[in-house]
């Protein structure tokens, strides 16, 4: 097992990493129970709404969800669709099945996590129908590939592997109709900062030398040597959940740098309280009056320790850094 070791010292951590998951699943569940967006597959992957969550953090999620959907979708659209998505750390993220309800449905879409995450998800898939059905009709064949760890269909995929192993997850990406050839979004959310600096590194440099034409969004803290940011971390390591790459989140600079040190073209980066004042505000405006923010203090606070980079490499000539809010 010594490919594992670096990330800390023990399986702890992968554990505590791993529940991050569902803290994610949750919090978008109860958020879209109050209406903040709409995503009907999430109640297949949780299924009690649970207990409240506070107003800065429902806010919270729906600028990450809308952040990130607003460039997936621009660079699906730039594409024509003629593309590949890799979500790499994908969770129980429901992605997929909303591009093919809006008909932006990429050549193929991919999901990578750890094993054990992937085995619950196929497990949900399999056990209900209103998940299975969109991955079946846009399938060609009979039979799908199907076993505990992967889900192969024409055009979605899942697999488990460890992303700090890039020669298994790349083997296993190929095994199953990666086109390299093809233009590439990758997307990681609250995953690079539990890797290691160096770790991180090598998976976008991998991306930047595996595609030609690519964009990669990342969303993760920002402003981490502050004292909310310390904050963020002591919390954190009480759950036994480290941190491994919080030094490449210290500042908007650093999170470019990483990308720009790698071979990636152009990079861009905003802290999530610009962002949230980027998005129509129609809709932000609407879910404001939601619910009462008693403090708007600490909404910006915890907006502005989370951000999303977007880095990218246009053989294509597609127009790739101009993609923006």
Request: aromatic share 10%; net charge negative; proline share 3%.
């Amino acid at each position: 097992m010594a490919a594992q070791k670096p990330f800390t010292d023990s399986d702890t951590a992968d554990e505590a990493v791993r529940a991050t998951c569902d803290d994610a699943t949750i919090c978008k569940r109860f958020a879209t129970s109050k209406g903040y967006w709409k995503d009907p597959y999430i109640q297949y992957f949780v299924r009690s709404v649970g207990e409240r969550k506070a107003p800065e953090i429902n806010r919270g999620y729906y600028a990450r969800v809308q952040g990130v959907n607003q460039l997936l979708d621009a660079f699906i659209r730039k594409t024509e669709c003629d593309c590949q998505v890799i979500n790499l750390g994908a969770g129980l993220d429901t992605t997929f099945w909303r591009l093919k309800d809006e008909n932006l449905l990429p050549r193929k879409f991919f999901e990578v996590d750890f094993p054990t995450i992937v085995a619950r998800k196929i497990h949900n898939i399999k056990t209900k129908p209103p998940l299975s059905k969109p991955i079946i009709e846009t399938h060609s064949t009979d039979s799908l590939l199907l076993d505990s760890h992967s889900l192969d269909s024409d055009r979605y995929c899942i697999i488990g592997a460890d992303l700090r192993n890039i020669a298994n997850m790349e083997e296993r990406l190929k095994k199953f109709q990666l086109n390299t050839e093809l233009p590439t979004l990758l997307l990681s959310e609250c995953v690079l900062v539990y890797i290691t600096p160096s770790q991180s590194s090598n998976l976008v440099h991998w991306a930047a030398e595996t595609f030609h034409t690519a964009m990669f969004i990342n969303y993760e803290q920002v402003n981490m040597s502050d004292r909310f940011g310390q904050v963020m971390i002591e919390n954190l390591q009480r759950r036994q959940c480290t941190l491994a790459g919080v030094e490449v989140c210290q500042s908007l600079d650093s999170q470019k740098e990483r990308f720009l040190k790698t071979g990636w073209e152009h990079a861009d980066a905003l802290d999530m309280m610009t962002v949230y004042s980027m998005l129509p505000q129609e809709d932000v405006a609407r879910i404001e009056r939601l619910e009462f923010l008693d403090e708007r203090e600490l909404l910006q606070q915890l907006l502005q320790h989370y951000s999303i980079c977007w880095a990218t490499k246009d053989k294509l000539n597609l127009g790739l850094s101009h993609l923006t809010f």
